[in-house]
């Protein structure tokens, strides 16, 4: 069995400020790592993943995340955020010998303020 | 390109009812999953069906069930509905074959139970 741990609720920023978003997992197999963001009454979004090679991956809207093996994190960041920013993201882990089935954290809110 | 577009997306329905949620995955897409999102809470797996069967379910009791039909389209049924079955219910498409865990969301149907 997996879990992700997502180590802040709620992350508070000024516009234009860089941020780090953190994200811990736990698994006994190897995984695929996710990040999704929800906006507002929507669904999620895919907003990159780890699946194999470069450990440091680039998504959309300019957010990029690193995959450190031995820590078991992936954490995302974001040189320059936006008050569009503004939304819930949720880091998942999927087994990679299993089905598309994911294991999300519990979210942490992106609060960007002018 | 049409994507994963859920029905309805509320409603609002007493302790003892029973409900069945609609999802049409997107094109191409013979895997549909079917995830509970409780009120600031990450989303948690309930089951997956491909090619009309159920192959992998989350820790949800026997009242929730499922369906999918040829176009891969999809129900999830709650009987006996409890207060805690309060929710935003997401569903999930992806292409099947290899996994490569990327899901694509529909904005959900919100339940109320009173």
């Known amino acids: 069995a997996q879990s992700v741990t997502q180590l802040d609720s709620q992350v508070p920023v000024f516009e234009e400020a860089p941020v780090e978003l953190r994200c811990n997992y736990s698994?006994?197999?190897?995984?695929?790592l996710f990040w999704y963001v929800q906006y507002p009454n929507q669904g999620l979004q895919l907003l990159l993943k780890y699946l194999s090679g470069s450990t440091l991956v680039k998504g959309i809207n300019g957010f990029e995340a690193e995959f450190n093996k031995s820590q078991t994190s992936f954490h995302l960041r974001k040189p320059s955020v936006h008050i569009s920013d503004t939304a819930e993201y949720f880091c998942?882990?999927?087994?990679?010998?299993?089905?598309?089935?994911?294991?999300f954290g519990k979210g942490t809110m992106l609060l960007v303020s002018p | 390109e049409t994507g994963v577009t859920q029905s309805p997306t509320h409603l609002i329905k007493t302790r003892g009812q029973q409900v069945t949620l609609r999802c049409s995955s997107q094109s191409g897409h013979n895997t549909v999953s079917w995830y509970q999102q409780a009120l600031g809470q990450g989303p948690q797996f309930i089951f997956q069906y491909y090619r009309e069967e159920e192959n992998g379910r989350g820790n949800f009791p026997p009242r929730f069930s499922g369906l999918q039909f040829p176009n891969y389209s999809s129900e999830l049924n709650v009987n006996a509905l409890e207060l805690d079955d309060s929710a935003l219910y997401l569903c999930?498409?992806?292409?099947?074959?290899?996994?490569?865990?990327?899901?694509?969301f529909g904005e959900g149907s919100r339940l109320t139970v009173l």
């Open positions: 698994s006994s197999v190897s995984v695929y």
């Open positions: 998942a882990v999927s087994e990679v010998a299993g089905y598309s089935t994911l294991t």
């Open positions: 999930a498409s992806s292409p099947g074959g290899e996994n490569t865990g990327e899901l694509f």
